[in-house]
């Protein structure tokens, strides 16, 4: 009799292992999410950067299309130069030097480009706005007013990215060609041998992520900014 008690006692149902409490499971989701974002982000910064300053050119392009218009975006004395050159070539009709200094002038354009001075003085149309933004605003705004459905780009190698994605932004039925001046710096050395020049094209990168995400955020142009 005590050899068949004990058989049952084998057979009887042994108790569960008791349950992970939920707010264990929930730190421990919480942990793994948060360590996949701190090693995820950067590392996809790291690889976007590196994708983006691996695409800059290092040879500024010989440009065979033309368009309505060119446009400038100041921030290099070459670039306006180049624009100028472009115009007077026949590349567009006529040239939108964006972002200028108020007190610049057609006269001291005409000063700096003496051999443009016909195309500066007949051709050359100015706008003071102050960030890459404002640009495309005040190119909209320009291009819809002479109802030019193509756009020359010119600006700094860099700077091109953010500035054709602006500009697609708020003209989206334009036909964009970019024509990016190449640095002195960056021609002459790679980006990464010069802390400065990483720096600089880092800081760009980094606004132009913003940028892109600003216009996911708000895919339609602002009312405020088109009245």
Known sequence: ?????????????????????????????????????????????????????????????????????????????????????????????????????????????????????????CCVDFDHSVNTLGNAIEIRRWAERRRFRSLIVVTSDYHMPRAMAEIAHQLPDARLVPFPVVSDRLRAEPWWSHAATTKLLLSEYLKYIVARVRMRLHPASDADERA
């Open 1 to 121: 009799m005590a050899v068949v008690g004990s058989n049952m006692d084998d057979r009887a149902p042994r108790a569960a292992p008791p349950a992970e409490p939920r707010a264990g499971r929930l730190l421990r989701a919480i942990g793994w999410t948060t360590t996949a974002i701190c090693v995820g982000v950067p590392l996809a910064v790291a690889l976007g950067f590196l994708w983006f300053a691996w695409h800059l050119p290092a040879q500024e392009v010989t440009l065979a299309d033309e368009a309505d218009g060119i446009v400038v975006l100041t921030g290099g004395a070459s670039r306006i130069t180049d624009a100028i050159e472009l115009l007077a070539r026949h590349r567009g009709r006529r040239l939108l030097i964006s972002g200028v200094n108020r007190t610049t002038s057609v006269g001291e354009i005409s000063r700096l480009n003496p051999e443009f001075g016909r195309w500066v003085r």
